[in-house]
């Protein structure tokens, strides 16, 4: 059974540009922006559409189409994931390539913002195939990525191997003396590939941070508290995980095959391993199904959209019990349903700082390949715990001085930042 909610990606993804310049121009208009420099930040500055040829293990040619898109690069180099998904189209990837600009902008990174991917079903095709294809991608973007340039990441169903290929197709096209300088072109590679330790789970212990971050602020203990995940990749287990160590209690899960419940709590590790064991969720006997409309229904304190965007709707929004909402997807919750939430009095944790602990991750491993360091997990940790504590604290100090909600407050901090480097640089020429 495959969940409505997630298998609704067309009005999703048509709607995701539209929110996100909806959230953009709301919080231009609390800033008034600069009406110059709100023209540059409303448009991206390059986009890229390539069709490739792959040959499939049958041997028969079939063409792929690739997007990269670019929105801005006033704080450093484009920065973004690459997802392989059906919903992947130029649209998206110009909603996503924004949220990137504003998520490093407000972690205070000197990065700008990029997203692109592949319109495919991974599931479809074999690893070998997925190799190929990735490799032939990489060789299509050709120089419109580079480690001072564009720095790729993983994103929706690509992960540490999608890494590694595009880093040694990359690097199989530059000269012999250029290849040790150019290890940093992608982040989130394996670890024996210059990947840094703590980057697998550098997103979900992100959205941890800020569950945490908000419960302190609340002074509650989150020993007890029920939290529900939607998505069970990377970030909804790692989310998991961490608020597991913390006392708090999984009670739904929700993936493409269904809603699984149970009231007495789902062991994190045990759903893992049987994920891991039967490639998804399907058929799990620890938790019984329900229906998936009912999902983000279910009576809890704690909820967190891992999938994909547009989730939480104005259909579904006035059933949220939850009291907070943190977004571990982008672009999880939509303009209309947000005021519903808002008026319910549910604190959101916005994407662009609950799920930003990737992006910080992947800076921390940049970094590292640029200056031939390494760290260890618990210096990446800490690291990682301080960058977001000070921009959690940012983003709620200026929430109650402006009377603002937290995801306009977000964007004004990153959106001041980004038009305090336009006046001080001024415009060429």
Request: hydrophobic share 40%; glycine share 10%; proline share 4%.
């Amino acid at each position: 059974m495959i969940s409505e909610t997630i298998k609704k990606d067309g009005p999703a993804r048509q709607g995701m540009l539209a929110n996100v310049m909806r959230q953009f121009e709301h919080a231009a208009d609390s800033i008034e922006l600069n009406p110059n420099i709100r023209k540059i930040l409303a448009i991206t500055n390059n986009e890229l559409v390539v069709h490739f040829p792959v040959k499939m293990d049958s041997g028969e040619i079939e063409v792929f189409t690739g997007y990269r898109v670019q929105h801005n690069n006033a704080l450093g180099p484009y920065k973004g994931g690459l997802r392989y998904h059906p919903t992947v189209d130029l649209d998206a990837a110009r909603a996503l390539a924004m949220w990137m600009t504003w998520k490093t902008a407000l972690a205070g990174l000197p990065y700008g913002g990029a997203k692109g991917g592949i319109q495919i079903d991974p599931k479809k095709y074999s690893n070998a195939e997925l190799e190929r294809i990735t490799r032939r991608f990489t060789y299509a973007l050709g120089d419109n990525i580079g480690p001072e340039l564009d720095i790729p990441a993983p994103d929706v169903n690509t992960n540490s191997q999608t890494m590694a290929w595009i880093l040694d197709t990359y690097m199989s096209t530059r000269t012999p003396n250029e290849r040790s300088k150019n290890l940093h072109v992608v982040t989130g590679k394996p670890i024996g590939a210059g990947g840094s330790e703590g980057r697998d789970r550098a997103t979900g212990f992100g959205v941890f941070l800020t569950v945490k971050f908000w419960a302190e602020k609340e002074k509650l203990d989150l020993k007890g508290k029920t939290f529900i995940v939607q998505g069970f990749g990377n970030v909804g287990y790692w989310a998991s995980w961490f608020l597991e160590k913390e006392g708090a209690k999984l009670i739904a899960v929700q993936d493409v095959t269904g809603t699984y419940y149970n009231k007495e709590g789902i062991p994190v590790d045990e759903l893992n391993d049987y994920q891991k064991s039967a490639g998804s969720l399907e058929g799990y006997n620890n938790a019984a199904l329900m229906a998936n409309d009912k999902f983000f229904a279910t009576d809890c304190d704690i909820c967190i959209p891992a999938a994909l965007g547009n989730q939480i709707t104005a259909s579904n929004a006035h059933d949220i019990k939850a009291k907070v909402i943190a977004e571990g997807a982008n672009g999880p919750t939509d303009i209309d349903a947000e005021e519903v939430l808002l008026q319910k009095d549910i604190t959101i944790i916005p994407d662009i700082l609950c799920n930003s602990g990737g992006v910080i991750g992947s800076y921390f491993e940049w970094l590292q390949n640029r200056n031939g360091e390494i760290w260890t997990m618990d210096e990446v940790m800490e690291k990682l715990e301080k960058k977001l504590k000070t921009s959690f604290d940012r983003v709620m100090n200026l929430s109650q001085e402006r009377g603002v909600d937290t995801r306009t407050a977000a964007f004004m901090i990153a959106i001041e930042r980004l038009e305090q480097a336009y006046i001080q640089r001024g415009i060429f020429p």
